[in-house]
């Protein structure tokens, strides 16, 4: 079920984009207009996209949160970093943006009205200010960081402990791991044999190597780490056949099969 709920958790993501990219337009075009009327249809139109807004974002966090009790990932620093960051990215995003909209709206809405208590000047000058800007930057620099932080997954010291697996014996079987790939996609190893799986990561992101029965039974949970740095990991004797290694942190992209024989 981990598949189908990263499937729901991109949906909304979808969703979501979706969504506040009507917001995100409207707020651009609004620095160019000057008809009160027109001002005021355009956050309409923005209004109008709210439920939808709100709807996305709870089927994000529904799916992504499920996916990481699903997957034991609450144990990885990524994970938190990503929802305080939007934790703090939509907390910070509605107190520049309500109060600013809502004012331009009475402003709008009086001026259409023929209410000679504002300016146009100061209307446009309003239209001109630099919370806009500043919100759209918010946005913007919080999915660039979540997206890396979903990318890349780093730990950022925060990662599962697995003790007892980083001490060598028995015949040694090689592999490396370079940003988000394994350098091969198959191990040869003897079988009913301890065995010593020299795990070298050259990059500075967060991986490690598990190995799993063919019916997804987990046999071997190496600890995650950054690189450049390797580790032996002390695997226990497997029986004859074929077994399937996988990186937790990155369990889609890097993946491959241990034949013990």
């Given at each position: 079920m981990y598949q189908w709920w990263v499937f729901v958790h991109i949906a909304g993501v979808f969703g979501l984009l979706v969504s506040h990219g009507v917001s995100m337009a409207v707020t651009f075009r609004l620095r160019a207009e000057r008809d009160?009327?027109?001002?005021?249809?355009?956050?309409?139109?923005?209004?109008?996209?709210?439920?939808?807004?709100?709807?996305?974002?709870?089927?994000?966090?529904?799916?992504?949160?499920?996916?990481?009790?699903?997957?034991?990932?609450?144990?990885?620093?990524?994970?938190?970093?990503?929802?305080?960051?939007?934790?703090?990215?939509?907390?910070?995003?509605?107190?520049?943006?309500?109060?600013?909209?809502?004012?331009?709206?009475?402003?709008?809405?009086?001026?259409?009205?023929?209410?000679?208590?504002?300016?146009?000047?100061?209307?446009?000058?309003?239209?001109?200010?630099?919370?806009?800007?500043?919100?759209?930057?918010i946005g913007f620099a919080g999915l660039a960081v979540i997206l890396y932080l979903m990318l890349f997954k780093p730990t950022l010291g925060m990662a599962p402990a697995v003790p007892g697996q980083t001490t060598g014996g028995g015949p040694e079987v090689a592999l490396e791991a370079s940003e988000?790939?394994?350098?091969?996609?198959?191990?040869?190893?003897?079988?009913?044999?301890?065995?010593?799986?020299?795990?070298?990561?050259?990059?500075?992101?967060?991986?490690?190597?598990?190995?799993?029965?063919?019916?997804?039974?987990?046999?071997?949970?190496?600890?995650?780490?950054?690189?450049p740095r390797v580790i032996e990991y002390a695997i226990p004797a497997l029986a004859a056949g074929s077994y399937q290694f996988v990186c937790d942190v990155h369990p889609q992209q890097m993946t491959g099969t241990l034949v013990a024989r």
């Amino acid at each position: 079920m981990y598949q189908w709920w990263v499937f729901v958790h991109i949906a909304g993501v979808f969703g979501l984009l979706v969504s506040h990219g009507v917001s995100m337009a409207v707020t651009f075009r609004l620095r160019a207009e000057r008809d009160p009327a027109r001002a005021v249809t355009l956050l309409e139109i923005s209004s109008s996209t709210i439920t939808a807004f709100y709807v996305s974002l709870a089927v994000l966090l529904l799916g992504g949160i499920v996916a990481a009790f699903d997957g034991g990932l609450w144990g990885y620093g990524w994970i938190w970093a990503s929802l305080g960051t939007l934790a703090a990215v939509t907390v910070a995003m509605y107190a520049l943006a309500r109060p600013y909209y809502h004012r331009i709206r009475l402003v709008a809405l009086a001026l259409a009205e023929g209410s000679r208590a504002v300016t146009p000047e100061q209307f446009e000058k309003l239209l001109k200010a630099p919370q806009p800007l500043s919100i759209a930057g918010i946005g913007f620099a919080g999915l660039a960081v979540i997206l890396y932080l979903m990318l890349f997954k780093p730990t950022l010291g925060m990662a599962p402990a697995v003790p007892g697996q980083t001490t060598g014996g028995g015949p040694e079987v090689a592999l490396e791991a370079s940003e988000l790939s394994f350098g091969v996609r198959r191990l040869t190893a003897p079988a009913d044999e301890r065995l010593t799986l020299r795990f070298s990561n050259d990059s500075s992101v967060a991986h490690n190597v598990s190995i799993y029965r063919r019916d997804g039974e987990p046999l071997f949970t190496g600890e995650v780490f950054t690189g450049p740095r390797v580790i032996e990991y002390a695997i226990p004797a497997l029986a004859a056949g074929s077994y399937q290694f996988v990186c937790d942190v990155h369990p889609q992209q890097m993946t491959g099969t241990l034949v013990a024989r």
